[in-house]
């Protein structure tokens, strides 16, 4: 399965309001679980270099279903695949990029989010992964 328009518009929304409250416009895109682009949006006045750098947190965080901040670790120096972020094309292993998962854990797709500090993006981010979780 693989995420549907409506639920990458609910992940955009969410993480515009949060870009919005925190005061940030950032550069959001999500990826299907294929990795190919479902959604994608530049807030007015968000860094045009950062486009590229939320299309590769998205993209790094779907090929491998983990936060990129997590794929920084094994890739670091001392870590167990140091290298790591020379594969694939290149990937982005700071915050950011968030994988998306459906109700029974199975990946759809990915966010990934920039703009602002690594610790703003990887809040935003969070917000708009959140927007696929059930509500309780």
Same mark, same amino acid.
Request: aromatic letters at 4%; zero cysteines; charged letters at 10%.
């Given at each position: 399965?693989?995420? /549907?328009?409506?639920?990458?518009?609910?992940?955009?929304?969410?993480?515009?309001?949060?870009?919005?409250? %925190?005061?940030?416009?950032?550069? %959001?895109?999500?990826?299907?679980?294929? $990795?190919?682009?479902?959604?994608? /949006?530049?807030?007015?006045?968000?860094?045009?270099?950062? %486009?590229?750098?939320?299309?590769?947190?998205?993209?790094?965080?779907? &090929?491998?279903?983990?936060?990129?901040?997590? %794929?920084?670790?094994?890739?670091?120096?001392?870590?167990?695949?140091?290298?790591?972020?020379?594969?694939?094309?290149? &990937?982005?292993?700071?915050?950011?990029? $968030?994988?998306?998962?459906?109700?029974?854990?199975?990946?759809?797709?990915?966010?990934?989010?920039?703009?602002?500090? $690594?610790?703003?993006?990887?809040?935003?981010?969070?917000?708009?992964?959140?927007?696929?979780?059930?509500?309780?």
């Amino acid at each position: 399965m693989s995420i /549907t328009h409506a639920q990458a518009q609910a992940v955009l929304a969410a993480a515009e309001a949060a870009a919005d409250a %925190i005061g940030v416009p950032m550069n %959001i895109a999500v990826l299907d679980a294929g $990795v190919h682009l479902k959604a994608f /949006t530049r807030m007015d006045g968000a860094l045009l270099g950062s %486009i590229d750098i939320a299309l590769g947190k998205a993209k790094t965080a779907a &090929l491998f279903g983990f936060n990129t901040e997590v %794929i920084g670790e094994f890739s670091k120096p001392g870590g167990t695949s140091p290298g790591l972020e020379q594969t694939n094309g290149g &990937l982005v292993v700071f915050a950011g990029g $968030v994988p998306l998962r459906d109700g029974a854990g199975g990946l759809v797709g990915a966010v990934g989010v920039s703009g602002g500090s $690594v610790a703003q993006d990887a809040q935003v981010a969070q917000a708009a992964a959140a927007a696929l979780q059930p509500q309780a």
